[in-house]
């Protein structure tokens, strides 16, 4: 009878967690169309220094084309490395 229990919570818990993962895995892309203009303010450290940093505050929109724009001059300079040896 205990194990019967125990199988029983376990089997409810399971499911329980695969309704959840699909209600998060759905509230997702609406959460990132809505968040587009949310202001997001990030502390930087500043080159040289370890005890100053720089408070830099954007919409969450322009820190994702801040990341695009990094990620595509680290491609370049790798492609050029690549090309020049």
Same mark, same amino acid.
């Given at each position: 009878? *205990?194990?019967?229990?125990?199988? +029983?919570? +376990? /089997?409810?818990?399971?499911?329980?967690? $695969? $309704? #959840? /993962?699909?209600? %998060? &895995? @759905?509230?997702?892309?609406? $959460?990132?169309? *809505?968040? &587009?203009?949310?202001?997001?303010?990030? %502390?930087?450290?500043?080159?040289?220094? *370890? #005890? @100053?940093?720089?408070?830099?505050?954007? %919409? /969450?929109?322009?820190?994702?084309? !801040?990341?695009?724009?990094?990620?595509?001059?680290? !491609? *370049? %300079?790798? #492609?050029?490395?690549?090309?020049?040896?």
């Amino acid at each position: 009878m *205990r194990s019967m229990s125990f199988a +029983a919570a +376990a /089997a409810c818990m399971l499911m329980s967690s $695969a $309704a #959840l /993962a699909q209600v %998060s &895995a @759905s509230a997702k892309p609406q $959460a990132k169309t *809505r968040d &587009a203009t949310r202001i997001i303010c990030r %502390s930087e450290e500043s080159t040289g220094s *370890r #005890l @100053s940093s720089v408070k830099r505050c954007m %919409s /969450a929109a322009d820190w994702e084309a !801040e990341k695009q724009m990094n990620r595509e001059a680290v !491609e *370049r %300079s790798q #492609l050029n490395r690549a090309k020049n040896d």
